[in-house]
């Protein structure tokens, strides 16, 4: 189940975002509860911070931006991680096809994200969900860990 986030996810989000296996891959470094209400304070007024539930356990969380006026056909979807425990098992899939599912039928037409150069993992996940990379953002990020900036790709879905 598919749901708006609220101050009462904290914990769970926290722990979905801090893990190892998610970090790497969001625009933030590990750190602590505290450090981090900042952060998940931005994301809750910015809307769209979803999260996904299975029997009352959160297993994913997500952040989908809609737009307005000439790009209302435009969604951008980041900070999309998974619990470890359920990594690797097909869920994900099933979260992004009913995702873009929704947004198609919200009149969606077009669906952005970006992934690191780094992440091999997750852009054969997207290619394999039709997304295709339109271009690559040169050195566009660098975590504390890595010595190198990072490229990132933009890769969008046409629905």
């Known amino acids: 189940m598919r749901r708006e986030t609220t101050w009462d996810d904290f914990d769970e989000v926290y722990e979905i975002y801090m893990d190892d296996t998610v ?3 969001v625009n933030f470094e590990i750190m602590g509860k505290e450090a981090f209400r900042s952060i998940f ?5 910015g809307g769209g911070f979803q999260i996904y539930e299975r ?3 959160i297993i994913s969380v997500l952040v ?8 209302k056909h435009l969604a ?4 999309f991680g998974i619990k470890g425990l359920y990594q690797g098992k097909g869920i994900g899939k099933r979260i992004m096809k009913e995702l873009i599912r929704d947004l198609g039928e919200e009149g ?3 669906i952005e994200l970006r992934v690191e150069a780094d992440n091999q993992r997750a ?14 953002l040169r050195k566009y990020m660098k975590r504390a ?4 900036y990072v490229d990132v790709y933009q890769m969008s879905l046409l629905l």
């Not at 304070?41 to 007024?45: A, I, Q, R, S, Y």
């Not at 852009?123 to 690559?136: S, V």
Request: a negative charge.
């Open 64 to 71: 989908v931006r809609r737009f307005q006026y000439r790009l």
């Open 55 to 57: 029997e009352g356990e």
């Open 108 to 110: 969606v037409r077009r």
């Open 41 to 45: 304070e931005d994301m809750m007024e």
């Open 76 to 79: 951008y979807i980041g900070a």
């Open 23 to 25: 970090n790497p891959y």
């Open 145 to 148: 860990r890595d010595t190198e």
């Open 123 to 136: 852009i054969a996940f997207y290619q394999k969900l039709g997304f295709d990379k339109e271009g690559t």
